[in-house]
């Protein structure tokens, strides 16, 4: 199947080579250059402008976006939707707002434009795990971009099946789903990332109580110099707490015990927001997300060691690198992707 891909960063670029790895054809854009000469050596069709990526795509079209939420994308798909005909299809990969999805869908409906919101997990690691998506649009449109949505995702793997499935959407078991018209994907997804918040937050006060238990002010005999790696490599195997936030926090430490690559200033860029304004609208109390995310407000302003293990987890799944505070910007105020 062939699709154009807009955006080629850390997700674009890896979401080209798995589609290509498995037989599709993608034609690539991205305002950097070298970005797209470095895709087209892996043998994607290169493109210098969005009128060039769109001119060497079969009708009906299909574009996926892959660009930072917000303005990036907003003006993408504008100019993708100016220049698209009846059948096209635009896909929304990237962390968008779900209300924008649906205001979006509407306006391009009216010019015969089909919509997808496709919430994409996997971050850095997705070319080797696959990438597991929740996807909004139309019926009729998702399942004709099914094969591209099933190159993409992990697959059965070697998860154990779950009981009384039987008669039930197989896509689930493979790592994507259609959740629903347009917006439901990206909502879905901002409801994951606000989970996330909370576990990774879990995960960084638990080892913060573990290694503050050597600490000079406790009575001798309580204390104890507990190994961190060896505590969270124990943990993985076989424990009721085990998870892939586990397993990267694990590489984390083994790497550095005392995370002293990282500062511990901890961003945020929208979606656990979204999920407490959410929470906030259906009258849902969401105590540990809000938490987690006045957590991460904080770890602004005081840089312990629970935030170097949720900086560090962040960059194991992400390949997020910490961001200071820029001169002039308000503390608090999300300053790039997730």
């Known amino acids: 199947m062939q699709l154009g891909i807009v955006g080629l960063g850390r997700m674009g670029g890896n979401i080209a080579r798995r589609l290509m790895q498995h037989g599709h054809e993608v034609v690539v854009y991205d305002r950097n250059p070298q970005t797209v000469d470095e895709l087209a050596k892996d043998h994607a069709t290169p493109a210098q402008s969005l009128d060039k990526l769109l001119g060497q795509l079969k009708a009906p079209r299909a574009a996926w976006v892959m660009l930072p939420a917000g303005d990036a994308t907003e003006s993408t798909v504008t100019a993708l939707g100016q220049r698209m005909e009846t059948g096209d299809v635009i896909i929304d990969g990237g962390n968008t707002f779900f209300k924008d999805d649906i205001r979006r869908a509407k306006q391009l409906h009216e010019k015969g434009i089909h919509y997808v919101d496709v919430g994409t997990s996997g971050g850095i690691w997705g070319p080797e795990r696959g990438y597991c998506m929740m996807i909004g649009g139309d019926k009729e449109i998702v399942d004709r971009l099914d094969p591209i949505f099933e190159a993409l995702a992990p697959g059965l793997g070697e998860i154990p099946r779950t009981p009384h499935r039987e008669g039930r959407d197989p896509r689930a078991e493979k790592g994507y789903i259609h959740a629903g018209g347009c917006g439901a994907g990206h909502f879905v997804k901002m409801v994951h990332n606000g989970i996330e918040y909370g576990l990774m937050q879990a995960y960084a006060e638990g080892f913060d109580i573990l ?128």
């Open 211 to 338: 290694r503050g238990r050597k600490h000079e002010n406790l009575p001798e005999d309580e204390r104890f110099d507990l190994n961190l790696t060896d505590i969270a490599e124990v943990w993985r195997r076989g424990s009721v707490i085990s998870s892939w936030l586990l397993d990267l926090t694990a590489i984390a430490l083994a790497q550095d015990t005392e995370l002293n690559h990282f500062q511990g200033y901890v961003q945020d860029s929208g979606e656990g927001r979204w999920t407490v304004n959410a929470a906030v609208e259906e009258a849902v109390p969401a105590t540990v997300i809000t938490a987690a995310l006045y957590a991460r407000f904080a770890s602004r302003m005081q840089h312990d060691f629970a935030y170097r293990l949720l900086s560090a987890m962040r960059n194991q799944f992400g390949g997020h690198v910490e961001t200071p505070i820029v001169k002039g910007t308000a503390e608090g105020e999300p300053q790039g992707p997730r």
